[in-house]
């Protein structure tokens, strides 16, 4: 047994549950708090799974900023700021730059924002990722000024990839925007390439004869995103048939004044 002391308190403990280490190992962990101390803890949780081929710019984006990380200046930080809606690509590119980074990831998913969750994350002095996931979300407009001196304040988290993911990134304050000192790196995921379509569809397309109403449909969508064309390709590689018909059945659809324009040009 190990005797472990708490302020003026002391609790015995086996040997078995002592594991004192100097630095935290790679891995994922998120923010918890115990809600009858109030203090701050890392709990393990489950490791980023990447599709066996990444398309686009993913990795070109990722190892330009695990490059700027590695080159930064003693005690600075790296911020990354991806905004775009679900399955847009900002979240895979998240993923890949913890998995990619080979250092711990601290996944904040609550609104903290008190003196000692500052403390606590500036504690962690060796390199690490900080992820804050949809950080609209988690934080108000008026929360979102409190978390600032992360950045650069009182409580700078030094040594750090910070990476916030938003859907709406009008929803984020202003001090977030054009102010590479804070967020170095600022990636709007608005819709896929034409490229990116093109690749995917030579990977996982069975009949070509798709490929133009695809990237057809790619141009005329405001947002045409990965899980959209994903699901599109499934199920036409599921039961073929007219394109036209797969698109009044799936939940892939061009909006308002876009149908028409994508009418005219498969007409075209």
Not at 197 to 222: P, S
Not at 238 to 250: A, H, K, N
């Amino acid at each position: 047994m190990k005797f472990i002391k708490s302020g003026n308190t002391w609790s015995l403990t086996p040997d078995a549950r002592m594991d004192v280490r100097d630095k935290l190992p790679a891995g994922n962990y998120t923010v918890c708090q115990n809600p009858m101390t109030k203090d701050y803890y890392l709990e393990m949780s489950e490791s980023f799974v990447l599709p066996p081929k990444l398309y686009g710019k993913t990795e070109r984006h990722g190892d330009r900023i695990l490059k700027t990380f590695e080159n930064r200046s003693p005690g600075c930080q790296v911020g990354v700021f991806l905004s775009g809606t679900k399955g847009s690509g900002k979240t895979l590119l998240a993923k890949y730059i913890a998995n990619r980074s080979e250092l711990p990831v601290i996944i904040v998913n609550a609104p903290f924002t008190d003196d000692r969750f500052m403390r606590t994350i500036q504690g962690i002095e060796q390199p690490a990722v900080i992820l804050f996931d949809e950080f609209e979300k988690l934080y108000n407009k008026e929360d979102q000024e409190s978390i600032l001196t992360l950045f650069d304040g009182v409580y700078t988290a030094q040594n750090k990839v910070m990476v916030i993911t938003c859907n709406d990134k009008w929803a984020v304050r202003e001090f977030f925007h054009n102010r590479p000192s804070r967020l170095r790196y600022s990636i709007a995921f608005e819709g896929l390439e034409p490229a990116f379509v093109e690749e995917y569809c030579a990977d996982r397309l069975e009949d070509r004869k798709y490929l133009k109403n695809i990237v057809t449909l790619c141009g005329t969508c405001d947002e045409f995103n990965f899980d959209m064309l994903q699901t599109l390709v499934d199920e036409l590689n599921r039961y073929g048939g007219s394109f036209e018909d797969t698109l009044d059945i799936l939940n892939v659809k061009p909006l308002g004044g876009a149908r028409t324009k994508w009418i005219v040009a498969v007409e075209t």
